[in-house]
């Protein structure tokens, strides 16, 4: 949301696409002594912002909302194939795919997930999706239509993990429905599909998680009519 914090000789001050046009940058350092700033470490993991300052010593705040809770989309067929820090949920809008390749290595913030919409597909191949900060991630999350059938096409979400993949310290490695910032899930998301080949699943407190559905051919079923 291009957040981007400033520090001045008179205080903290914050601002991003959305705050600027109608309240420009607002302070949040009240309570911080009048003091110069030093430096500043916005640490995304811990959702922390901390300022050295000049004879007063180090001070710390929580990150502002719009800067902590935004949320990256892929709305195009992507690939990654090389390391990179992800430090919002990423949403794969449905009729896209994102191919993740090459031996990258991904690193995931905090409780952030990567989530397949339906009709979206996420290929891990070769990769690795990891923590970042030595926090735990979310996990991704396969969403489907517990009233649709898996053989009609771009109604589940679709991940396939192959090629000596790993996925690991992860809270839910993989969900395979919507869940709720809780992670209650949410009924009836469930029928993503899931297929992993030759592929490890290291150190999740839980690896796949398969919520009731049964697919079924919908080519039997008809009308009949009287």
């Not at 919908?218 to 009949?224: A, D, G, Q, S, T």
Request: contains cysteine.
């Amino acid at each position: 949301n291009d957040g981007l914090y400033a520090a001045t000789d008179i205080g903290m001050y914050y601002t991003d696409a959305d705050l600027y046009p109608i309240h420009g940058w607002i302070k949040i350092s009240e309570g911080l002594p009048a003091t110069f700033i030093t430096d500043i470490d916005v640490n995304i993991c811990r959702g922390k912002v901390r300022i050295a300052t000049f004879g007063r010593g180090i001070w710390e705040a929580d990150l502002q909302p719009s800067y902590n809770n935004f949320e990256h989309e892929i709305t195009s067929n992507t690939t990654w194939g090389a390391n990179r820090d992800i430090i919002a949920n990423t949403i794969i809008k449905a009729g896209n795919t994102l191919t993740i390749n090459n031996g990258a290595v991904i690193n995931v913030a905090k409780g952030k997930r990567i989530i397949i919409e339906k009709g979206a597909r996420l290929i891990v191949n070769g990769a690795t999706i990891t923590n970042l900060c030595g926090e735990m991630w979310g996990g991704i999350e396969v969403r489907g239509d517990i009233n649709l059938s898996q053989y009609i096409s771009g109604a589940q979400g679709v991940l396939d993990i192959l090629n000596n993949s790993t996925i690991e310290n992860a809270r839910f490695a993989v969900h395979t429905s919507e869940h709720d910032i809780n992670n209650n899930y949410i009924w009836g998301t469930f029928g993503g599909i899931v297929r992993v080949r030759d592929s490890h699943f290291k150190n999740n407190y839980h690896g796949i998680d398969f919520g009731p559905y049964q697919n079924f051919n919908p080519l039997l079923f008809f009308e009949v009519k009287l």
